[in-house]
């Protein structure tokens, strides 16, 4: 068995299960507590499992997407230089990325299964690939890498125009082809899209919430001696790309849902389930700062993405130009930037500190823990932001595709009204309130026996997600800027 498989497998990956007597009784009960429960099982479905086991899959997935994205790269490098007038724009920022994260809610990390990117990898791998392990200092400092590439990449798009500029947007997708295959030449399997992706810190972050879970049935593998042909693969089946151990796997941040686990178990011990939103972040045992972190950023990225988009942004520089004479754009982007990502980190610190007064635990272990119960909220201002995007100037990938073909239509690019999509923004708020909100209360009863110390946690963690969601209805009351 590999080492990553043993390293899996020690007793560092397993709750503390200690009964000492000076341990904190909640501490004891919420180790003995059972992970999420499974579902019904999916795989029982001849068509769902003749799909999962079939040799295209996913590849029937990943060869139409691969075109669509090679004619999408063709088109920002080679196309018109207008962004309203490329329909590799269009395709990518109009269409695509408003669309991401609506496939991790309701499949997970399934994105990952299909991604160009990820069959580039698998392809230099295949021809030219040494096959080094995973650094270890990827395997410890990986997510923060993927923090700090998310946080450039919004960056310097707001200060390089990169989503305005077809030729930028190119830039950047030749630039993680770039990594890709540097990656997939040096290290094994999808080392990219594990350790250094911003799009798979973003799924892997988003994917909690998602409708599917896989999972393995820990009956079957305590018996088990095919030697982890799961984690390792077989001679027909390739490894799980992601390095995931299906036997101890909790939770689906990093599984991808390839297949590969399912058609390499002998034993049939994996399950795909159906499940509700959010239910996994119920049961998480071992929360970490870095993907709480990395929540609280994407919402201040979310609220940046927002402000720059209101009238108000114009009439703030303007303001900020006449009361300190800085006329760079950048420099004013970037102290703006700054504070607009802090904002929730703080917010967050303040109400696990708050927390910690009365639920007997330090603001370091809240803020880990409870920076999940933003996640939906995280999810529902994202897919708020993003549907204006979509249904404003959804018409123009009509447009700039049927050009293509000697099209010659235009007109408005909205598909509804504004206030239309502000009813659909809010009502997608409101779930992702009731789920941060209900996802709270749920790790606070989990975690906690009293109420003293459930109630100390939930009022300041609430208060949080109150305030959020009121700043992001503030801003979508507000008429704001096309992307195109």
């Known amino acids: 068995m590999s080492q990553d498989v043993l390293t899996r497998t ?214 088990c001696t095919a030697k982890a042909a799961c984690f390792n693969g077989t001679d027909t089946v390739a490894p799980c790309p992601l390095f995931t151990f299906a036997r101890t796997m909790e939770d689906s941040a990093n599984c991808n849902l390839c297949a590969n686990c399912v058609k390499s178990c002998p034993n049939d011990a994996i399950t795909l389930t159906v499940r509700k939103p959010t239910k996994e972040l119920w049961f998480l045992r071992n929360p970490k700062i870095e993907e709480s972190f990395l929540a609280m950023a994407i919402m201040g990225i979310v609220i940046i993405q927002n402000v720059t988009m209101l009238p108000v942004w114009t009439n703030a520089l303007d303001w900020v130009n006449q009361t300190t004479g800085i006329t760079s754009y950048p420099v004013i982007f970037t102290a703006v930037f700054a504070v607009g990502v802090s904002i929730p980190v703080a917010l967050l610190a303040l109400a696990a500190k708050v927390a910690s007064l009365g639920n007997l635990e330090s603001a370091f272990k809240n803020f880990a823990r409870f920076g999940y119960a933003l996640i939906p909220l995280d999810v529902a201002a994202h897919v708020a932001h993003n549907l204006f995007h979509l249904l404003a100037e959804g018409k123009s990938v009509f447009y700039t595709v049927g050009a293509l073909f000697g099209g010659q239509t235009t007109g408005s690019a909205a598909l509804v009204g504004n206030t239309r999509i502000q009813v659909l923004q809010f009502a997608i708020l409101a779930l992702g309130l009731a789920g941060s909100v209900y996802t709270a209360r749920r790790i606070a009863h989990r975690r906690y026996l009293t109420p003293g110390r459930r109630r100390s946690t939930l009022i300041p963690v609430t208060a949080l997600i109150g305030v959020l969601t009121a700043l992001n209805v503030v801003m979508f009351l507000f008429p704001m800027t096309h992307r195109m």
């Not at 341990?23 to 999916?42: H, I, K, N, S, Y």
């Not at 996913?58 to 004619?71: H, M, R, S």
């Not at 798979?200 to 820990?218: E, F, H, I, Q, W």
Request: charged share 15%; with cysteine.
């Open 10 to 223: 020690d007793d560092s990956a397993r709750p503390d299960r200690s009964t000492d007597s000076h341990a904190d009784p909640d501490d004891v009960r919420f180790a003995l507590q059972p992970g999420e429960p499974l579902g019904r099982d999916l795989l029982k479905n001849r068509f769902v499992s003749a799909v999962m086991r079939s040799r295209w899959y996913p590849g029937a997935f990943q060869i139409p997407i691969a075109a669509v994205f090679g004619l999408v790269a063709y088109q920002l490098l080679t196309g018109p230089s207008k962004a309203h007038e490329n329909a590799g724009t269009a395709l990518m920022w109009v269409l695509w990325w408003p669309a991401l994260p609506l496939v991790y809610v309701l499949f997970g990390r399934f994105w990952c299964a299909v991604c160009p990117f990820a069959a580039i990898s698998d392809f230099v791998q295949k021809l030219v690939g040494v096959n080094r392990p995973v650094p270890p200092f990827l395997k410890k400092y990986g997510i923060w890498v993927i923090d700090a590439t998310f946080l450039a990449i919004t960056w310097a798009d707001h200060v390089f125009g990169i989503v305005g500029s077809p030729w930028g947007s190119g830039i950047l997708l030749l630039l993680l082809t770039f990594s890709v295959i540097v990656s997939g030449a040096f290290f094994q399997r999808r080392t990219f899209c594990r350790y250094l992706c911003f799009l798979g810190g973003l799924s892997a972050n988003y994917g909690r919430t998602g409708m599917v879970a896989l999972r393995a049935k820990p009956d079957v593998c305590a018996t």
